[in-house]
C-alpha cells in the first residue's frame, strides 16, 4: 500500500486540499490497478478494501429504519445496532479496522449505494484514525468523560451522497465532522470515478457526439448517464463528479428541467452507449 503524508490540524482532523485527496487516490489505483487510471472501469471496492486496505467486513441492523449506512470501527469495541426481533437496540462486538454496513444495503437495487458506502469508510480509514483511534489503557479513569467521540464513524445518507445542496452553492465545512465527512466523501467519488479516467470518457468525440444528437436539449444528463453506468455509481454521484471537475458540455439549449441542471430527475433518458 502507498504511504501517503499530509498534516494535521490540532484536533487531529487532516489539513487536505481537494487537490491532494484526487493526488491520493491516484496514487492508491496506480499502485492497486493502474488500468483504472486510463480506461472508464467500475472499481471491485470489497478487493480494494480487503485486499489493498487490509480492512475487514461486517454486516449488521445499524438503526431501526436504515438510516446510518455504514461505520468504519477503529479500535476493538462495541458498537450499537438494531435487534429487529426483540424491537430494541443492543450492542455487537466489533474487531478494529472494520468496515461496517448495514443489511439494507445489501437488497436488490442498492448496488451503488453500497459501493459509495464502502469506499466513503475506506476514506475515514485512509485519513482519520488519528481522530478516532482511541488508546483507553492510556487514559486514567478520571479523563474518560473527556472522549468527544466514539472510536467509530457513523455515516449516514446525506454524509455519503450529498445533502442536495447544488454545487453552486458551496456548503460551508465549519465544524470537525463536516470536513471529515467531506474528505471522506471527496476520497470515494476520486477513487471511483478517477479524474485522469473520467476526463478520458467525458471529452471523448464519440460520446459529445452521441449526448447532442441523441438527446438534444439533455446532453448533459445523457453523459451523466453515461458515467454511472461506466463507473458503476449512481446517478446523483456522477452528476455531482462531472460538475465538480467541470466535465460537463457546453451549451446554449440545455432544458431547464435537466437534471444535470436542476439536480432534479423528472424526465427519464433512455441512454444506449458502449
Not at 25 to 41: G, I
Not at 160 to 176: F, H, M, P, S
Not at 202 to 209: A, D, I, S, V, Y
Not at 213 to 225: Q, S
Given at each position: 500500500m502507498v504511504d501517503i503524508q499530509f498534516k494535521y490540524n490540532p484536533n487531529n482532523v487532516p489539513r487536505l486540499s481537494n487537490a491532494e485527496i484526487e493526488r491520493h487516490?491516484?496514487?492508491?489505483?496506480?499502485?492497486?490497478?493502474?488500468?483504472?487510471?486510463?480506461?472508464?472501469?467500475p472499481l471491485d471496492v470489497e478487493d480494494f478494501a480487503e485486499s489493498y486496505l487490509?480492512?475487514?467486513?461486517?454486516?449488521?441492523?445499524?438503526?431501526?429504519?436504515?438510516?446510518?449506512w455504514g461505520r468504519m470501527v477503529f479500535n476493538n469495541t462495541l458498537i450499537v445496532v438494531y435487534d429487529p426481533k426483540s424491537n430494541r437496540a443492543d450492542e455487537e462486538p466489533i474487531e478494529a479496522n472494520t468496515i461496517v454496513i448495514d443489511?439494507?444495503?445489501?437488497?436488490?437495487?442498492?448496488?451503488?449505494?453500497f459501493r459509495s458506502t464502502v469506499m466513503h469508510e475506506c476514506g475515514h480509514s485512509v485519513?482519520?484514525?488519528?481522530?478516532?483511534?482511541?488508546?483507553?489503557?492510556?487514559?486514567?479513569?478520571?479523563?474518560?468523560?473527556?472522549?468527544?467521540?466514539?472510536?467509530?464513524?457513523?455515516?449516514?445518507?446525506a454524509d455519503?451522497?450529498?445533502?442536495?445542496?447544488?454545487?453552486?452553492?458551496?456548503?460551508?465545512?465549519?465544524?470537525?465532522q463536516d470536513w471529515l465527512e467531506h474528505q471522506a466523501k471527496y476520497f470515494s467519488a476520486a477513487t471511483?470515478?478517477?479524474?485522469?479516467?473520467?476526463?478520458?470518457?467525458?471529452?471523448?468525440?464519440?460520446?459529445?457526439?452521441?449526448c447532442f444528437?441523441?438527446?438534444?436539449?439533455?446532453?448533459?444528463?445523457?453523459?451523466?448517464?453515461v458515467v454511472a453506468q461506466k463507473f458503476n455509481v449512481s446517478m446523483a454521484s456522477a452528476r455531482i463528479r462531472v460538475r465538480q471537475l467541470k466535465l460537463g458540455y457546453i451549451t446554449e439549449r440545455e432544458n431547464p428541467?435537466?437534471?444535470?441542471?436542476?439536480?432534479?430527475r423528472r424526465i427519464p433518458l433512455d441512454v444506449q452507449y458502449s
Open positions: 487516490a491516484a496514487l492508491f489505483l496506480q499502485d492497486y490497478k493502474p488500468e483504472m487510471l486510463k480506461s472508464a472501469l487490509r480492512l475487514r467486513f461486517h454486516y449488521t441492523n445499524l438503526s431501526h429504519n436504515g438510516f446510518i443489511n439494507s444495503l445489501l437488497e436488490d437495487g442498492s448496488e451503488v449505494i485519513y482519520h484514525p488519528e481522530y478516532y483511534c482511541i488508546d483507553y489503557s492510556a487514559l486514567q479513569t478520571t479523563q474518560l468523560t473527556d472522549v468527544k467521540h466514539l472510536p467509530y464513524t457513523s455515516c449516514k445518507g455519503i451522497l450529498g445533502d442536495g445542496v447544488d454545487l453552486g452553492k458551496k456548503r460551508k465545512l465549519k465544524t470537525a471511483l470515478m478517477p479524474k485522469s479516467s473520467m476526463r478520458a470518457l467525458c471529452k471523448n468525440p464519440k460520446l459529445q457526439t452521441y444528437e441523441k438527446h438534444p436539449d439533455f446532453e448533459n444528463d445523457a453523459l451523466v448517464a428541467m435537466s437534471f444535470y441542471s436542476s439536480g432534479q
